[in-house]
């Protein structure tokens, strides 16, 4: 990164560079489980061309690898519990630098889920990201229709695709055909912690964390948006578009 800004600084010629960076933009999503973030995002990557970074997926591409790292996150996940934070912060930061392209918004999706990790995420764009403005999605919907949602969804089982659909008719959100994915045809399956046990437990821990998150963005002084999400997809996202001005 240093060596970067080096050559922004002695070589007029990367002038338009530098104009992209500043117009870097993340976004966060700040919603429980099963409020539709993944989907929006996936939204905002077809038509916006946005790119997402999910730590969901990151923790079940680690799993998936079969490494000890893997073997503590599944044990986590299955019960119910979140990753720790060293973990999931070592996680995002390699992914960010894998990823050095920074031209696109990048979406958090699940990620930062507690304070420290957001303060971590903060520091490491402080140092290592500067030039970057960050705002907040706050996705607004009731536990009951979170449970609901939650029991119903079903999940494509390729990892490189994971979309995911549900079975309510209001969602606007059933596959074509029966337990197949629309996109790439493979199996569709529900996620080990989308029971009503494991679900239950994942509401109290994001419940516990939602408030000190919120006040922790509002003190970094990150503007934080609400949308209401207990409409269809198609008329959530258009309020998400309206609002941020997209
Ligand atoms: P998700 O797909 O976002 O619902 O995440 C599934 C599970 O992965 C969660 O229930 C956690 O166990 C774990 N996980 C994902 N993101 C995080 C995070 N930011 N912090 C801690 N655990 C996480």
Redesign the pocket.
């Known amino acids: 990164m240093k060596d970067f800004y080096l050559q922004v600084e002695l070589n007029p010629g990367f002038k338009g560079m530098t104009e992209s960076r500043q117009q870097q933009d993340i976004v966060i999503f700040i919603a429980p489980?099963g409020a539709g973030k993944g989907s929006i995002s996936q939204k905002c990557i077809k038509e916006l061309g946005w790119e997402q970074l999910?730590?969901?997926?990151l923790?079940r591409k680690n799993i998936e690898k079969g490494s000890e790292l893997g073997q503590k996150i599944d044990f986590?996940?299955k019960s119910?519990?979140?990753?720790s934070d060293d973990l999931?912060v070592a996680m995002v930061r390699e992914w960010f630098h894998e990823n050095p392209d920074r031209d696109r918004t990048v979406i958090l999706?699940?990620?930062?889920?507690?304070v420290p990790?957001a303060m971590a995420f903060k520091a490491m764009l402080t140092a290592e990201f500067p030039l970057t403005r960050v705002r907040v999605v706050q996705l607004k919907v009731s536990d009951e229709e979170l449970i609901r949602r939650l029991t119903s969804r079903l999940t494509c089982s390729n990892k490189d695709c994971q979309q995911v659909y549900s079975l309510l008719e209001s969602s606007g959100m059933i596959p074509k055909v029966d337990l197949e994915c629309d996109i790439c045809k493979s199996k569709l399956t529900q996620r080990s912690?989308d029971n009503i046990t494991t679900v239950r437990d994942?509401l109290s821990n994001y419940y516990r964390h939602e408030e000190d998150l919120l006040n922790y963005y509002s003190s970094v002084g990150w503007s934080i948006i609400q949308v209401n999400v207990e409409s269809s997809l198609d008329k959530v996202f258009d309020q998400f578009k309206s609002k941020l001005d997209v």
């Open positions: 489980p999910s730590t969901g997926n923790c986590a996940i119910g519990r979140l990753v999931i999706d699940g990620f930062p889920r507690t990790q912690d994942r």
